[in-house]
């Protein structure tokens, strides 16, 4: 038994993505923040239990006791509405652009071609080195980029050496955008 189809980091062929590429592009991969992402509203929606359970065992009822369960159903709704977007949220690559595409009611798509990126770098914090994500810097010639900084990308040695390797293949064979 795997894990459910919207909890997996890889996607190959989501309708959701597939209306973003034009007739020519094969989508080479397709994929999820870590959720590594969520570690802080988690971690927030875990210590306001602990702090709303306490404070009502404290407090002995009353409104004060009301104020703290609210305030985390609060806590608890960012969380959900944080996991909501995580889920989609997608990483795209295919052999001519990378693109981010992000949003819960409005859609933001972020996209540079491959063509155009002159430096990728490859960033790993302890923590992210402890988790296994990274956070991968495409650079490119000229003004600053709408994707440049991609955050929480699991797998992000192999996603380093698979940008890279298509890098120069791109500059060869990418349509003008």
């Known amino acids: 038994m ?13 309708r959701s993505i597939d209306k973003y590429l034009t007739s020519y ?9 870590h959720p590594a992402s ?12 602990l702090l709303a359970g306490a ?21 608890l709704g960012w969380l959900v509405w944080r996991f909501i977007g995580w889920t989609v949220t997608y990483f795209v690559i295919t052999e001519y652009r990378v693109t981010l595409i992000s949003g819960v009611l409005n859609r933001r798509i972020a996209m540079m071609p491959l063509g155009k990126v002159s430096d990728i770098t490859l960033d790993r914090s302890l923590l992210g080195r402890m988790l296994g994500y990274g ?6 010639t000229g003004q600053d980029q ?26 060869d064979e990418s349509p003008d955008f």
């Open 2 to 14: 795997g894990l459910p189809e919207f909890m997996m980091l890889r996607d190959f062929g989501s």
């Open 55 to 75: 404070g009502s065992a404290w407090l002995n009822g009353g409104s004060g006791t009301t104020i703290l369960w609210l305030a985390w159903l609060g806590v």
């Open 135 to 140: 956070t991968v810097v495409l650079e490119s």
């Open 38 to 49: 969520l570690l802080v509203p988690i971690t927030a929606a875990f210590g306001g239990l």
């Open 146 to 171: 709408a994707l440049r900084n991609v955050v929480y990308l699991p797998y992000p040695e192999q996603l380093y050496f698979d940008i890279s390797s298509m890098i120069s293949l791109a500059k």
């Open 25 to 33: 592009e094969v989508n080479r991969l397709t994929i999820r923040r």
